[in-house]
């Protein structure tokens, strides 16, 4: 049933699988599932839960009474029957006493299980779990906050058991996250799981939308392939057993995500949900969306994995409801994180700061003999000149006003002397200086945005490119293998012709060698009847050496007469006409003599004819058979070596497709291996991005109270700071 190499094979859809499963006795051989009931809608037709890939159908088999979830695929995967030999092999290998709970599903894949119209296609036949989504366990418990609490613990060991194991999972959402009755979880739908075994090939879906980090592209598949989808779930079942109006506030009824959606990743600022949370009071709400936020734009291989989330000694058994209603102590060291994320998530250290060490001074304070001088020269200065304006110094306005000037000079050096003031200008210009020397955020945000849209219109381009290569591949090679195919009937139906042939063209070449056989023997027994020696009537001796001087000797010398008028006497002559067309005028043989000729003649080929053979000897037949069979063989070669080089064709045509599928593979995975250095640097310059922005902030806003401090070192403040020491 395969196909062509890179050839992608079409797959039935639902509705086909459907049809097809009202007659399970027919189309399935698997004894479990020959003749297995499946469930039914209300219409009377095999009930299917669809997705993009498959649609899954619940089937209780005949033979054994079991249910099983029976997924019918509806879409080419690449190395589908690889990747679930790995995952299941994987899975074989955990030991189910060292996992937290029994969240793994036993499943088994059924190459060429089910028949659809003429094609059989495989199916992947899974244990059937009673349990219910995530999404509708919350609707029903989300106010019992215990209970939340205690499965957001589940789920983080669910976690810790993968990543223990180098499995992921590779689609963590609420449909594939099944909570059991006794409120442990069951994780399903394996398409896209990464095991160590498949390091190497790509992903073969990009997970739930609501659920991944905006940097997760095609070429993503590893170990690490679950972290920000992790973070995403535990933060909301920990917000929503925290605050049970959370659900309420920020879940939509059947929406396909818990508190958050694609677009509060891809625009945290303009996030009602993540701004709800991330002011929220708890600590652990507030960290955790935190933590979401600022891994949303980190390259996956650089998350920190979601383990010792819940400290050992706080158990599920022993936390209770009002316990975890209780704000969460800061660990010391943590960076004010809660201690319930302590070793959970890294602590948020400052960037360090290249400013001055000394805070610039807002105040004078300790006057030095030069502040006392000027303070005691103000008073002597004014005495002065009220005294020369008493005694009447001769120009009263210069009295006046020269003292001032002096007065004012002498404060304003002093103040200028002040080791205050000079301090709070070097901080003042250190920070002007930091400042000059970091990029304007708004602007490198700019940039970091231009970028990224265009490496992201680049890579859908790309992404998109890569199909069509290689459809137009696939379509070369069947364009190829048409030609060839055409080729070859055309040559073969022109050797096939000629063979059909070959027995007319054998019963010609015996007719002919029998006829010329028979026309030899004739002539031979006309050329032995010489007309001297028995002459037709009235030819005499004479005539009979007239005629032989033209010629004619015997009755195979010639073939007959035509009659010619005699213009002389008015008469009616003849002529003979000879064995080799000529026609000669013998005198004495008249019309009546030539008739007489041509009567004996005739009498002789008849008499001969009667007596000719009927059939080649074998020794005839031989040449004439041994050369037909002889063609037959060359016709039969030619039409081996026109189907020879058919093949030749089609295996020179399979060569270019597989050599070109190999260079576009190989491109592909270059071009990936370089995308994801080109995001994993996105990521890096959006936390070098924050933190500039941190740092431009703390920088600015150093600056702006080294200002507000400068200002308190004016002149009036000096003034006042002479004659009051503050």
């Known amino acids: 049933m395969g196909s062509p190499t890179g050839q992608q094979r079409q797959f039935p859809s639902g509705a086909d699988y459907a049809e097809a499963l009202q007659h399970t006795q027919l189309c399935f051989e698997?004894?479990?599932?020959?003749?297995?009931?499946?469930?039914?809608?209300?219409?009377?037709?095999?009930?299917?839960?669809?997705?993009?890939?498959?649609?899954?159908?619940?089937?209780?088999?005949?033979?054994?009474?079991?249910?099983?979830?029976?997924?019918?695929?509806?879409?080419?995967?690449?190395?589908?029957?690889?990747?679930?030999?790995?995952?299941?092999?994987?899975?074989r290998q955990l030991d189910a006493a060292e996992?937290?709970?029994?969240?793994?599903?036993?499943?088994?894949?059924?190459?060429?299980?089910?028949?659809?119209?003429?094609?059989?296609?495989?199916?992947?036949?899974?244990?059937?779990?009673?349990?219910?989504?995530?999404?509708?366990?919350?609707?029903?418990?989300?106010?019992?906050?215990?209970?939340?609490?205690?499965?957001?613990?589940?789920?983080?060991?669910?976690?810790?058991?993968?990543?223990?194991?180098?499995?992921?999972?590779?689609?963590?959402?609420?449909?594939?996250?099944?909570?059991?009755?006794?409120?442990?979880?069951?994780?399903?739908?394996?398409?896209?799981?990464?095991?160590?075994?498949?390091?190497?090939?790509?992903?073969?879906?990009?997970?739930?939308?609501?659920?991944?980090?905006?940097?997760?592209?095609?070429?993503?598949?590893?170990?690490?392939?679950?972290?920000?989808?992790?973070?995403?779930?535990?933060?909301?079942?920990?917000?929503?057993?925290?605050?049970?109006?959370l659900w309420h506030r920020l879940h939509e009824p059947s929406g396909e995500f818990l508190l958050l959606t694609e677009e509060d990743f891809k625009n945290p600022g303009g996030s009602t949900g993540l701004q709800t949370l991330l002011a929220h009071p708890d600590?652990?709400?507030?960290?955790?969306?935190?933590?979401?936020?600022?891994?949303?734009?980190?390259?996956?291989?650089?998350?920190?994995p979601l383990a010792n989330a819940i400290p050992k000694q706080r158990t599920a058994a022993t936390t209770s409801a009002s316990a975890s209603a209780t704000p969460t102590a800061v660990a010391p060291g943590t960076g004010g994180l809660p201690?319930?994320?302590?070793?959970?998530?890294?602590?948020?250290?400052?960037?360090?700061?290249?400013?001055?060490?000394?805070?610039?001074?807002?105040?004078?304070?300790?006057?030095?003999?030069?502040?006392?001088?000027?303070?005691?020269?103000?008073?002597?200065?004014?005495?002065?000149?009220?005294?020369?304006?008493v005694v009447g110094f001769p120009q009263p306005l210069i009295a006046a006003v020269a003292p001032v000037i002096v007065a004012a000079v002498a404060v304003t050096f002093a103040w200028s002397r002040r080791v205050e003031r000079a301090r709070s200008r070097a901080v003042l210009a250190g920070l002007t200086d930091e400042l000059a020397k970091l990029e304007d955020p708004a602007k490198a945000a700019e940039k970091l945005r231009k970028d990224k849209a265009k490496f992201d219109a680049a890579e859908l381009k790309r992404t998109n490119a890569y199909p069509q290569a290689q459809d137009k591949l696939t379509a070369q090679y069947h364009a190829e293998l048409k030609e060839a195919e055409q080729r070859k009937v055309r040559k073969q139906r022109e050797i096939d012709k000629k063979i059909n042939g070959l027995a007319e063209e054998l019963r010609k070449g015996l007719a002919k060698a029998l006829a010329d056989k028979q026309s030899a023997y004739v002539r031979d027994r006309l050329s032995r009847r010489l007309i001297a020696q028995s002459p037709p009537s009235g030819i005499g001796a004479k005539l009979a050496a007239r005629l032989a001087a033209e010629g004619i000797r015997t009755a195979a010398d010639f073939t007959g007469y035509q009659s010619v008028q005699n213009s002389s006497y008015n008469s009616i002559g003849a002529v003979l006409v000879l064995s080799n067309g000529r026609h000669v005028n013998v005198q004495g043989i008249g019309e009546a003599k030539a008739i007489a000729l041509d009567t004996w003649r005739r009498d002789l080929h008849a008499s001969a004819v009667a007596q000719q053979p009927a059939l080649l000897s074998a020794a005839e037949r031989q040449p004439i058979e041994r050369d037909s069979t002889r063609r037959r063989a060359q016709l039969a070669d030619q039409r081996k070596a026109v189907e020879s080089g058919t093949e030749a064709s089609r295996k020179l045509a399979r060569k270019n497709l597989e050599d070109g599928q190999e260079r576009l593979s190989r491109e592909n995975t270059l071009a990936g291996d370089r995308a994801r250095q080109q995001r994993q640097e996105f990521g890096r310059r959006t936390v070098a991005l924050q933190q500039n922005s941190m740092l431009h902030g703390t920088l600015s806003a150093s600056r702006e109270a080294a200002k507000l401090r400068h200002r308190g070192l004016s002149y009036t403040r000096y003034m006042r700071f002479l004659y009051t020491g503050r």
């Open 30 to 91: 698997h004894p479990e599932l020959k003749g297995a009931r499946p469930e039914l809608t209300k219409l009377g037709l095999p009930r299917a839960i669809s997705g993009a890939f498959a649609s899954v159908f619940s089937l209780t088999s005949a033979a054994s009474g079991r249910r099983y979830a029976v997924k019918c695929f509806t879409r080419h995967v690449p190395d589908q029957e690889r990747r679930y030999q790995a995952i299941s092999s994987r899975l």
């Open 99 to 245: 996992l937290s709970q029994p969240w793994k599903v036993g499943f088994e894949y059924l190459p060429d299980a089910i028949g659809v119209g003429r094609e059989r296609y495989p199916v992947l036949k899974m244990e059937w779990i009673d349990a219910v989504t995530l999404s509708s366990w919350l609707d029903d418990n989300h106010t019992d906050r215990f209970a939340v609490d205690r499965l957001a613990d589940r789920f983080e060991a669910l976690t810790r058991d993968l990543s223990q194991h180098e499995i992921a999972h590779g689609d963590l959402q609420h449909g594939n996250l099944l909570v059991a009755s006794d409120d442990t979880l069951r994780l399903v739908d394996y398409d896209g799981m990464y095991v160590p075994a498949l390091s190497g090939l790509g992903g073969t879906e990009r997970g739930h939308r609501n659920y991944q980090s905006p940097l997760r592209g095609n070429d993503d598949f590893g170990a690490a392939l679950d972290r920000f989808s992790a973070w995403v779930i535990f933060m909301s079942l920990k917000a929503t057993a925290a605050d049970p109006a």
């Open 283 to 304: 600590p652990t709400v507030s960290g955790l969306a935190d933590q979401v936020r600022s891994l949303a734009f980190q390259p996956l291989d650089l998350l920190p």
């Open 339 to 389: 201690g319930l994320m302590t070793g959970h998530v890294p602590p948020q250290t400052a960037p360090a700061l290249s400013t001055p060490s000394t805070t610039s001074p807002d105040s004078f304070s300790g006057r030095t003999p030069l502040d006392v001088a000027t303070a005691v020269l103000w008073p002597l200065l004014l005495a002065a000149t009220a005294l020369m304006i």
